[in-house]
């Protein structure tokens, strides 16, 4: 059974400070890994990674993927109180089209 | 809004009872996921439909859920005999069919937060 594994499961930061979160995942055959946002309501899309060490970028937000170890980081630069919110990880698996997800890491952002 | 939707937002039920919820998914979209989701925890999957074709069903789906996709549009998430333990975030995704890397991004909706009393 796919596992993905997110840490921290919470951490609280002052605005302007930069966060890192990890996804640590284990699932046959491999396709690709994606990052949401879920602010009280649905999630909502940020990236998807499928190749190892190309940064995907989108404003303060970045992410890149190690296939070797099995890992993703999403970073935040200059954090905003916009920002709080659970991040979520998943995985696809390249023969199916479900997504598995982690348990997500809650941020708060402190003005 | 070309999003997708999902009907109702809310509904509260009382044990025993069948309630049913509607997702609308993005109108190019040809694929279409249920999820549910508990406080503190990510999304599990439940089922996913290609066009009306109902592909996979997961082990968390008892015999008391039924999901349809008649015309490959609309989907409806079916829960009979509702019980304390089924209250949750129902979430509905869709996905473009196409090959290609954009296909496995999925667009959520905004969910219906069930309630069983």
């Known amino acids: 059974e796919d596992k993905v594994v997110q840490s921290p499961l919470s951490l609280v930061v002052h605005e302007g400070d930069t966060v890192t979160l990890n996804c640590s995942y284990e699932v046959t055959n491999f396709r690709s890994l994606l990052w949401y946002k879920q602010e009280k309501k649905a999630p909502t899309f940020l990236f998807m990674l499928t190749s190892s060490g190309i940064e995907k970028k989108s404003g303060r937000l970045s992410s890149i993927l190690d296939k070797k170890e099995l890992f993703s980081i999403l970073n935040i630069t200059a954090t905003q109180t916009g920002d709080s919110a659970v991040y979520l990880c998943a995985v696809v698996p390249s023969n199916d089209y479900k997504l598995s997800f982690g348990a997500g890491t809650t941020v708060t952002v402190r003005a | 809004d070309t999003g997708v939707s999902q009907d109702p937002r809310h509904k509260i039920t009382k044990r025993g009872q069948n309630v049913t919820f509607r997702c609308d998914p993005i109108?190019?979209?040809?694929?279409l996921y249920w999820y549910r989701q508990t406080l503190g925890q990510g999304p599990e999957f439940l089922t996913y439909f290609q066009n009306e074709a109902q592909l996979e069903k997961s082990r968390l789906l008892s015999d008391r859920f039924s999901a349809e996709r008649p015309k490959g549009s609309f989907s409806t998430l079916e829960i009979q005999r509702t019980e304390q333990g089924d209250s949750a975030m129902y979430l509905c995704?869709?996905?473009?069919?196409?090959?290609?890397?954009?296909?496995?991004?999925?667009?959520f909706g905004p969910g219906t937060r069930l309630t069983v009393t």
């Open positions: 995704a869709s996905s473009l069919g196409t090959s290609g890397p954009t296909s496995y991004e999925q667009y």
């Open positions: 109108s190019e979209h040809n694929r």
